[in-house]
């Protein structure tokens, strides 16, 4: 059954519950004190902008595409399918609907022609949004730049029966009350045992504990099979976390927490392992996913490389964004992204969270993204933002 709006909403609030990224350490370890520098570019990406509009702090600076550093290098075709995408959402909506804070990006109505106009073949694609669309730099209190992140989506060995390998469930939901179920630990102890929610078994009860921080994956079954599975609800507990437990206990240095630390910790040492992760006590129940790929907050299937996280708070799903930053090797990274999901860490005008696709490549670029930058949205030339906001 396809996951309704307000339960997709209740999955992106709850600790980033789609896909696994780097800002999910944040909530791993929940602790105070700063994450290490981010990496800077060499030169400034997004030029001095000036520090007027917006009474919030938010504002817009009208640019042209040439403005774009790297616009011409860049190949807009998979941003143009994952937009497409985005439009059929869009056009779903009410005309009068606005988008973006304070309706700053127009009504769905003003979308829909560009929408309708949005070409098939790739090869139209840098030629459309160029005649569709004008560029405005995202400028919060005065300052262009903000903090890049990534995810990805992970893969883990499985079996749709269980055997003397594959002895950690994954539940569906049970038929849901007024009260908080059972905790991770009494769920752990068998309190949902025998009443047939168990639908997929993983390897490793580790693997499993990761699954329902992330909230979504794919479970990869004996027989080659790839299954999507997706965050279907909770059990009614607070989520605690058990970075912050090892923090706490001495267990990792606070300086050296990380996803890898922590699942390092927790394979070395299995007779405490249990007791660490049933510190917390939230229990993700999961359902199949359907479709082209995993399931952003849009609703859509995000596009590897081009979908990016945002605040949707400020920023509209669906909108064209032209991102530039570094990568994790420091090199320049500049493209056309669609916004089309968020998470609980992703907050701010300037502020996103990179998509980079399933795989072990994936989980390299996206564990090392840490990276200053600023975006450029496009909008619609039928969309006025207004004085207030657009600022030279």
Same mark, same amino acid.
């Given at each position: ?11 992106? *609030?709850?600790? /980033? ?6 800002? =999910?350490?944040?909530?791993?370890? +929940?602790?105070?004190?700063? @994450?290490? =520098?981010?990496?800077?570019? =060499? *030169?400034?990406?997004? @030029? ?42 869009? =056009? %779903? ?27 098939? #073949? ?6 459309? !949004? ?17 903090? !890049?992140?990534?995810?990805?989506? @992970?893969?883990? /060995? ?49 693997? $499993?504990? !990761? ?49 890898? #630390? ?7 040492? @299995? $007779? ?9 006590? /939230?229990?993700?129940?999961?359902? $199949?996913?359907? &479709? ?32 530039? *930053? ?7 990274? %500049? ?23 399933? &795989?072990?490549?994936? +989980?390299?670029?996206? &564990? ?17 933002? &207004? ?6």
């Amino acid at each position: 059954m396809p996951i309704g709006p307000s339960l997709r909403r209740a999955a992106r *609030t709850d600790v /980033r519950l789609l896909l696994f990224p780097v800002a =999910a350490l944040l909530l791993l370890a +929940a602790c105070q004190t700063a @994450p290490p =520098a981010p990496i800077a570019p =060499a *030169t400034p990406v997004v @030029p001095a902008v000036p520090a007027a509009g917006g009474a919030d702090g938010f504002r817009l600076v009208p640019a042209a595409f040439s403005d774009l550093g790297g616009w011409a290098a860049d190949d807009p075709a998979p941003a143009l399918a994952a937009f497409r995408r985005s439009c059929r959402v869009l =056009a %779903r909506a009410p005309g009068g609907e606005a988008l973006g804070r304070d309706g700053f990006a127009g009504t769905a109505a003003q979308w829909a022609e560009a929408c309708a106009a949005a070409p098939k #073949s790739p090869a139209a694609a840098r030629a459309y !949004f160029e005649r569709w669309f004008r560029p405005y730099r995202i400028v919060m209190d005065g300052a262009a730049d903000g903090l !890049f992140t990534g995810y990805f989506e @992970p893969e883990y /060995r499985g079996s749709a029966t269980r055997s003397q390998r594959y002895r950690a469930p994954l539940y569906a939901p049970p038929p849901s009350g007024a009260e908080a179920g059972p905790s991770r630990a009494e769920i752990e102890a068998g309190a949902l045992a025998g009443r047939g929610l168990e639908w997929l078994w993983l390897a490793d009860p580790v693997d $499993a504990f !990761f699954l329902h921080v992330q909230g979504s994956g794919r479970v990869r079954l004996e027989d080659g099979r790839v299954l999507r599975v997706g965050y279907a609800g909770n059990n009614g507990h607070d989520y605690v976390a058990i970075g912050r437990v090892l923090i706490e206990r001495g267990d990792i240095p606070r300086e050296e927490i990380s996803m890898q #630390s922590i699942r390092a910790w927790l394979a070395a040492h @299995p $007779a405490e392992a249990p007791g660490i992760m049933n510190a917390n006590p /939230r229990y993700i129940f999961f359902r $199949a996913i359907e &479709g082209e790929g995993p399931i952003g907050a849009q609703g859509v299937a995000l596009e590897s490389g081009r979908s990016l996280a945002v605040d949707p708070a400020f920023l509209p799903y669906g909108a064209p964004l032209w991102l530039e *930053t570094v990568d994790p090797d420091g090199q320049a990274l %500049r493209r056309l992204v669609i916004a089309q999901d968020t998470g609980g860490a992703i907050r701010g005008a300037v502020r996103g969270d990179l998509f980079w696709g399933a &795989g072990a490549d994936a +989980a390299a670029k996206a &564990g090392r993204m840490k990276s200053r930058g600023g975006y450029a949205i496009l909008l619609p030339k039928t969309v006025s933002p &207004g004085p207030a906001l657009a600022v030279r």
